[in-house]
């Protein structure tokens, strides 16, 4: 099965700190499965590392007050691009984030505070029949 993957989870250093969140049981997943890594927030053309963000509603804002909307909009849509290439019907995202969280988020604060709600790019994947799950619990959905 082709899996569309959060490319942080997978080692990769894209996360806003210039760091990366490997999950060593994620990558297991490869003697299996074919992994396609995606980082949104590279697609959608912002550096790293790179001021962290929020969603705020319908917005996504940096801790710095700009409005980054624009490029999760841009990140979500080529990642979806992505999914329909490889045609993944089912993508493992990294929990929490503007981008690829699922089910809760940061609420927009800055304060650690979470929401219920999904990230830009976990919203579109699903409204386009993509099932979504987290480092967090996916090993239903895979065996
Ligand atoms: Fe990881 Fe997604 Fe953030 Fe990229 S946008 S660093 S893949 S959580």
Do not use: W
């Not at 490319?7 to 969140?21: E, F, I, P, Q, T």
């Not at 490029?71 to 990642?79: C, D, F, M, R, V």
């Not at 979470?114 to 065996?143: H, R, S």
């Amino acid at each position: 099965m082709n899996i569309l993957v959060s490319a942080c989870l997978l080692g990769v250093a894209c996360r806003y700190d210039g760091k990366s969140k490997e999950v060593s049981k994620i990558k297991e997943l490869l003697k299996d499965h074919n992994l396609i890594p995606i980082c949104p927030e590279q697609l959608g053309g912002l550096p790293t590392p790179r001021v962290p963000s929020e969603k705020n509603g319908e917005k996504v804002i940096n801790s710095e007050g700009i409005d980054v909307t624009l490029e999760y909009n841009k990140g979500a849509h080529e990642a979806l691009r992505i999914a329909k290439l490889f045609n993944c019907k089912v993508a493992i995202l990294k929990a929490k984030s503007p981008s690829c969280g699922f089910g809760k988020i940061y609420d927009g604060t800055f304060s650690k505070n979470l929401i219920l709600g999904n990230g830009v790019t976990a919203q579109v994947l699903i409204d386009n029949g993509i099932k979504v799950f987290t480092e967090d619990f996916y090993e239903l959905l895979i065996y």
